[in-house]
């Protein structure tokens, strides 16, 4: 049965969403899947949005579109309140010490502490980008997390230990939250 | 092969090194910045030229001059670069000089939106440049893996033509990341079906045939063979003339060289058309993979619907379209322009949906589907009430 997983990765600029989101398609690749990204910014010069769309299937890809994904990872307000509306049907991570979760949302939702992890145990914001991919790579399951941190350490141009560091700690983070064998759609 | 998560900006380079570039030249924009940015990086060390002009149509010129030179050549922009274009690009079809053109469409007019996709360049590159009297190859991906193989498509197609092939993407195609394969070398890429020929160059003395033929040398100067090229009506020796015996024969070959032999050029996608479906969807570049993605799901509830992805955009491949049957055509612009082609080679209704700065959503396209399906133009455009 053919399998496509979306994913969409947003936060403000400077986080690393992009970096997390070309870690998770490069190691797609790696793990001879197909990955699609698309980049896009909020036109805002303050408070607006970076969302990076990823999507990683066992065959070839049509719509590159996260219109409805699996996974949302919400990194700052902004980008949760723009975005959450569309993960109705899967699973919102969102950092609580960056995002006020409002109530009335339709889906699961869980609070993936990914800044306050990389503050306290690396001494860093900077890693909470890979923290958080740590746990969407967890929770997404069709991505070898041994192909995840061979991408995050080629692209990784400084910091490439914290980054690994970062991300071992992410995936180690147990939330309780997994998509089930049956979530993501056919291709 | 490599299997690269890359860019189509990052493919565009990739492929046009494999395809043997010589020298390219050009201004930086966004979103094309990049493929300038690689290049500067990647081609000398590849043993070719790599010039930041002062604008683009030096850029375009200077791309002529290394052409005329005997060297593959590329240039690229995106919207308010290629109508900067405007004057190389008719010395480049009026002398027959192979250039490859890619314009990485954003949001207009003018400026409009930098970093987000349009498709607003569908007649301007048809129509690049004053004067009328020829033709033009435009090809258009629809992703980074189809940006790559198109690449080397397009050098091939542009000494084939002695012409310039404008590659017509659009900023999710040069800004998009997506895996692609890099074959190793030109025998690697020749097995994938992408050969790559030598560059070859025109004997002489008769450098402009009159004729339609493909496959006729580039002219080269300053090789021994005593080439001539100018912008003015050529005799078949490359010489200025004003006769207008002349001028027939030359824009025949303009014209009919392209028109004639465009079943050479198309690439385009039928999906789930054998059965006929009453309803088409059309389109071009990235919302083609929306678009199949909307037509397989129309189909699995129960909906005939086909689409056509076209992957040349001129010549305009009027052979493609069901005559009478009804079309959607889907568009990264609110005014609509492949629309008006497929009315005309279809006969048929056609309706419109267009998008401007991102994607429609498979969602959208299956309620559009649903709305013209019914009878009626597409609820998503507001102020559209009647068909195309």
């Known amino acids: 049965m053919a399998w496509r997983r979306e994913i969409l990765l947003s936060g403000f600029g400077g986080q690393g969403v992009v970096l997390a989101g070309r870690s998770l398609g490069l190691a797609a690749v790696k793990a001879d899947l197909e990955a699609t990204m698309l980049v896009s910014h909020g036109t805002e010069t303050r408070g607006g949005y970076v969302r990076s769309q990823v999507v990683i299937s066992d065959r070839e890809i049509d719509s590159p579109v996260a219109e409805r994904p699996d996974i949302f990872l919400a990194l700052s307000q902004a980008a949760y309140d723009r975005f959450r509306h569309l993960a109705a049907e899967g699973l919102t991570l969102f950092d609580g010490g960056l995002v006020r979760p409002s109530p009335g949302h339709q889906g699961r939702e869980m609070d993936l502490p990914a800044r306050a992890v990389a503050l306290e145990r690396l001494g860093t914001d900077l890693a909470a980008n890979m923290v958080a991919l740590g746990q969407v790579a967890r929770v997404l399951g069709v991505v070898p997390l041994d192909a995840v941190r061979t991408a995050v350490a080629e692209l990784s141009k400084r910091g490439r230990d914290k980054n690994l560091a970062a991300l071992a700690l992410g995936q180690a983070l147990d939330l309780g939250g997994a998509l089930s064998a049956g979530e993501g759609r056919g291709a | 092969m490599r299997r690269l998560f890359d860019t189509g900006n990052a493919a565009i380079t990739e492929a046009a090194i494999l395809a043997g570039l010589g020298f390219y030249s050009g201004y930086p924009i966004t979103p094309a910045t990049e493929i300038a940015e690689n290049m500067s990086r990647r081609l000398p060390p590849a043993g070719g030229y790599y010039l930041q002009a002062e604008d683009e149509t030096a850029a375009f010129h200077m791309a002529i001059g290394a052409s005329l030179g005997g060297l593959r050549a590329m240039t690229s922009t995106s919207g308010p670069g290629f109508v900067l274009y405007a004057d190389p690009y008719g010395w480049a079809i009026g002398s027959e000089i192979p250039v490859v053109v890619v314009n990485a469409q954003r949001v207009g007019p003018v400026s409009g939106i930098t970093g987000a996709p349009g498709q607003g360049e569908f007649y301007l590159s048809r129509y690049p440049t004053h004067g009328g009297n020829f033709e033009t190859i ?192 889907v568009e990264l612009n609110r005014d609509g322009q492949l629309v008006r082609e497929v009315q005309r080679a279809s006969g048929g209704r056609v309706h419109f949906l267009g998008r401007c700065g991102e994607l429609p959503t498979v969602a959208e396209l299956l309620e559009a589907l649903g709305d013209v399906a019914a009878g009626q133009a597409p609820r998503a455009m507001p102020g559209a009430r009647e068909s195309w």
Request: proline share 9%; aromatic share 8%; with cysteine.
């Open chain 2, 138 to 329: 435009v090809l258009a991906p629809e992703g980074v893996r189809e940006a790559f193989s198109m690449t080397i498509e397009a050098f091939r197609l542009a000494e084939r033509f002695r012409t310039p092939v404008t590659i017509l993407a659009d900023q999710l195609v040069t800004d998009g990341w997506e895996a692609f394969e890099v074959p190793e070398g030109p025998g690697e890429a020749e097995a994938l079906g992408l050969p790559i020929p030598a560059r070859r160059a025109h004997p002489g003395p008769e450098f402009y045939p009159p004729t339609d033929e493909i496959d006729v040398p580039p002219v080269v100067l300053g090789r021994g063979t005593g080439g001539a090229c100018s912008d003015w009506t050529p005799t078949e020796e490359g010489y200025d003339t004003e006769e207008v015996e002349a001028q027939m024969r030359h824009a025949f070959r303009l014209v009919y060289k392209i028109r004639n032999n465009r079943g050479l050029i198309d690439r385009s996608e039928l999906l789930l058309m054998e059965d006929d479906p009453g309803l088409v969807l059309v389109s071009y570049g990235s919302p083609s993979r929306v678009a199949r993605s909307a037509a397989r799901e129309a189909r699995a509830r129960g909906l005939r619907v086909g689409a056509i992805s076209l992957k040349s955009l001129w010549p305009f491949q009027d052979r493609l379209f069901p005559r009478h049957r009804t079309h959607l055509v």
